[in-house]
């Protein structure tokens, strides 16, 4: 397997200040784990361009843009209460947009069997007309509207398995059939949004899937949404490609979440979504980072990803058998599967 991680320096000055959970250790971390010789000669490292200002406009607001970057060269700024800036921010978000729009690219076209975007800041709370959440512009969703338009792709399926709802990407597509939202996420949280009747409007009635769950759970429990859910929805809906907001925190001792994933179930989840890739699209599937918290958890979870991409897993027979077969139930699985059913069947 030819996998793609996009890294670069200035994603470490994108800096919040203040002790910011969204802080550049988060990169850090995982760049010391890329820089030993025996790690990093597995993979390529493609330089990426900064995202345009037409690139940005795919999703993107001119008055949203020029508002970030006003931003840029000043030591501090706030653009909500959550969302703050630095002198390099609006250069990193840039190039973050950028990166994940040539590893969409480069997957689509066959240079890289798949991909991993290793980008600060992230992207899936900012709106088109807005920056929310730690987020600056929404780098996912910028990449699925470049698929659309300047790709030729028709169908694009994004997989969002954050702890927080990706407000910023449903709202992008809630329209569209030509993308299918799937989320996974805490509820009731921030945002707030990701209720289970958030299903999409018109044309996109029924391509938004919401899968709202309650604290505590674990990777038996995100095992069975993504084999039971997941699955038979990607395989009606035969996407060309599968573009995935990775977000760590809801690991078993994030700061910011109540959730239980450990290693094993972020080594499935990426498993998982490689699978359904290879049925449905030749394979085509990048990653972009969105949140993690907890610096050890979050390098752990990108790095068994890493080693998922390449072909091969950190995954016992034991562990591997059980997330496979699991029949765990919960009232949110059910519930999901229900309010999905309405377009979707399943087994």
């Known amino acids: 397997m030819s996998t793609a991680i996009f890294r670069d320096e200035l994603f470490l000055l994108h800096d919040p200040g203040f002790d910011h959970v969204e802080r550049p250790d988060r990169l850090k971390v995982v760049y010391d784990q890329l820089d030993n010789p025996d790690i990093g000669k597995q993979f390529v490292f493609p330089a990426a361009k900064p995202a345009s200002v037409d690139i940005l406009r795919l999703n993107h607001s001119q008055a949203h843009i020029d508002r970030v970057a006003q931003t840029a060269g000043r030591t501090f700024d706030a653009l909500d209460q959550d969302t703050t800036t630095s002198a390099k921010s609006y250069e990193a978000a840039c190039l973050a947009a950028g990166a994940v729009v040539e590893g969409t690219r480069m997957v689509v076209t066959g240079e890289v069997d798949n991909c991993f975007a290793l980008v600060r800041p992230p992207g899936h709370h900012a709106e088109p007309d807005r920056a929310m959440g730690f987020c600056l512009f929404n780098n996912v969703a910028i990449a699925a509207h470049?698929?659309?338009?300047?790709?030729?792709?028709?169908?694009?399926?994004?997989?969002?398995?954050?702890?927080?709802?990706?407000?910023?990407?449903?709202?992008?597509?809630?329209?569209?059939?030509?993308?299918?939202?799937?989320?996974?996420?805490?509820?009731p949280y921030y945002p707030g949004t990701g209720a289970l009747a958030e299903t999409g409007r018109g044309r996109g009635e029924g391509y938004t899937v919401n899968v709202p769950l309650t604290g505590g759970l674990g990777d038996e429990h995100y095992a069975r949404i993504f084999n039971d859910i997941l699955a038979p929805i990607t395989r009606q809906y035969k996407p060309e490609l599968i573009l995935v907001s990775a977000g760590y925190d809801t690991a078993h001792n994030d700061p910011l979440g109540g959730m239980s994933l450990t290693s094993d179930g972020f080594a499935y989840l990426t498993k998982k979504v490689m699978e359904l890739a290879a049925e449905v699209c030749d394979g085509r599937l990048l990653l972009t980072l969105e949140g993690g918290y907890n610096l050890q958890s979050l390098a752990n979870g990108v790095l068994v990803g890493l080693v998922e991409?390449?072909?091969?897993?950190?995954?016992?027979?034991?562990?591997?058998?059980?997330?496979?077969?699991?029949?765990?139930?919960?009232?949110?699985?059910?519930?999901?599967?229900?309010?999905?059913?309405?377009?979707?069947?399943?087994?």
């Open 146 to 187: 470049y698929a659309l338009e300047k790709l030729g792709l028709s169908r694009v399926l994004i997989v969002d398995w954050d702890l927080h709802h990706g407000n910023g990407t449903q709202r992008s597509f809630e329209d569209t059939d030509q993308v299918l939202y799937f989320s996974t996420h805490q509820f």
């Open 309 to 347: 991409l390449l072909g091969r897993t950190t995954l016992s027979d034991a562990a591997m058998a059980k997330l496979s077969q699991t029949a765990i139930a919960f009232p949110a699985f059910e519930a999901a599967q229900a309010a999905a059913a309405g377009r979707w069947r399943f087994p």
